[in-house]
């Protein structure tokens, strides 16, 4: 069973920034595209941003595209998501998830995920 474990958030005013961590095991981490999806309050579960196995390929949401940037460290079995410029609607639980096999392209579904974790708040205040 892959574990995954994301981290960092909190309470940010609207126009900060925050890194929000995620780390994977049991399964070689360098196989997995990682991504990153949010749900807010009575909305759907939202892509956010992913990144292929290597790092070298990266999708993101219209919504954060511009302010966020999502990387990896394979030696670290860690991967990030750096979101600046915060806004009161980016305020949700992000969830981090593994695909196996890094498909291509990196997929932005959620039933594309096979690993999840158990999601980190995010609270941004006007």
């Known amino acids: 069973q892959v574990q995954v474990v994301e981290s960092g958030g909190g309470l940010v005013q609207a126009g900060g920034s925050l890194t929000l961590s995620c780390v994977a095991s049991g399964r070689t981490f360098s196989r997995f595209a990682m991504g990153w999806f949010r749900q807010a309050p009575g909305k759907e579960r939202e892509f956010v941003a992913a990144v292929n196995w290597s790092g070298g390929s990266t999708r993101y949401a219209d919504s954060v595209k511009g302010r966020s940037t999502i990387s990896r460290d394979n030696a670290k079995n860690t991967v990030y998501l750096q979101m600046n410029s915060l806004k009161p609607e980016d305020t949700a639980v992000y969830y981090c998830?593994?695909?196996?096999?890094?498909?291509?392209?990196?997929?932005?579904?959620?039933?594309?995920?096979?690993?999840w974790g158990q999601g980190t708040q995010v609270t941004v205040s006007s």
């Open positions: 998830a593994a695909a196996n096999g890094s498909p291509v392209p990196i997929p932005t579904t959620a039933r594309r995920y096979d690993y």
